[in-house]
C-alpha cells in the first residue's frame, strides 16, 4: 500500500523544480529554434512562390508574344500571297495582251498573204483555164 507522507511531497517538488529547470534549459531554446525554422521556411516558401508567379507571368508573356508574332506572320503571308495574286493576274493579263496582239499580227499577216496569193492566181487564171481545158480536151485550143 501507499504512504502518504513528507517524501511525496519533495518528490513531487523535485519533478516541478526538475521540469522548469528542463524547460529553461532544454525545451524553450528547442522550440525557438523549431519557430526560427519554421518562419524561415515560410520565407523561402513565400519567395518560391513568388518566383513561381513571376516564371508564370513570363511564360504567359512569352507565349501572348508568340502568339501575336504568330498572327502577324500569317497577316504577312497573306498580304504577300495577295500581292502575288495580284501580280499574277497583272503578268497574266499582259501575256494575254501580247498573245492577242501576236495573234492579231499573225492574222493579218496570213490575210495579206492570203490575197497575195488570190491576185497571184487570178492573174494566172486564164493560164490555168487553157491548161486545163488541155488536159480535158487533150489538145491545144
Given at each position: 500500500?501507499?504512504?502518504?507522507?513528507?517524501t511525496?511531497?519533495?518528490?513531487?517538488?523535485?519533478?516541478?523544480?526538475?521540469?522548469?529547470?528542463?524547460?529553461?534549459?532544454?525545451?524553450?531554446?528547442?522550440?525557438?529554434?523549431?519557430?526560427?525554422?519554421?518562419?524561415?521556411?515560410?520565407g523561402?516558401?513565400?519567395?518560391?512562390?513568388?518566383?513561381?508567379?513571376?516564371?508564370?507571368?513570363?511564360?504567359?508573356?512569352?507565349?501572348?508574344?508568340?502568339?501575336?508574332a504568330?498572327?502577324?506572320?500569317?497577316?504577312?503571308?497573306?498580304?504577300?500571297?495577295?500581292?502575288a495574286?495580284?501580280?499574277?493576274?497583272?503578268?497574266?493579263?499582259?501575256?494575254?495582251?501580247?498573245?492577242?496582239?501576236?495573234?492579231?499580227?499573225?492574222?493579218?499577216?496570213?490575210?495579206?498573204?492570203?490575197?497575195?496569193?488570190?491576185?497571184?492566181?487570178?492573174?494566172q487564171?486564164?493560164?490555168?483555164?487553157?491548161?486545163?481545158?488541155?488536159?480535158?480536151?487533150?489538145?491545144?485550143?
Amino acid at each position: 500500500m501507499l504512504k502518504f507522507d513528507i517524501t511525496l511531497i519533495v518528490q513531487i517538488i523535485e519533478a516541478l523544480v526538475l521540469a522548469f529547470i528542463l524547460n529553461f534549459i532544454l525545451i524553450k531554446p528547442i522550440m525557438s529554434f523549431l519557430e526560427e525554422r519554421r518562419r524561415q521556411f515560410k520565407g523561402i516558401e513565400e519567395e518560391v512562390e513568388s518566383l513561381l508567379g513571376q516564371a508564370e507571368e513570363g511564360l504567359k508573356n512569352y507565349q501572348e508574344a508568340l502568339n501575336e508574332a504568330r498572327r502577324e506572320g500569317m497577316q504577312k503571308r497573306e498580304a504577300l500571297k495577295e500581292e502575288a495574286r495580284r501580280i499574277e493576274k497583272e503578268e497574266l493579263a499582259k501575256v494575254l495582251r501580247e498573245v492577242e496582239a501576236q495573234k492579231r499580227e499573225w492574222e493579218n499577216a496570213f490575210k495579206r498573204e492570203f490575197e497575195r496569193l488570190r491576185e497571184e492566181l487570178m492573174a494566172q487564171k486564164e493560164v490555168f483555164a487553157q491548161l486545163i481545158s488541155e488536159k480535158l480536151l487533150g489538145r491545144k485550143v
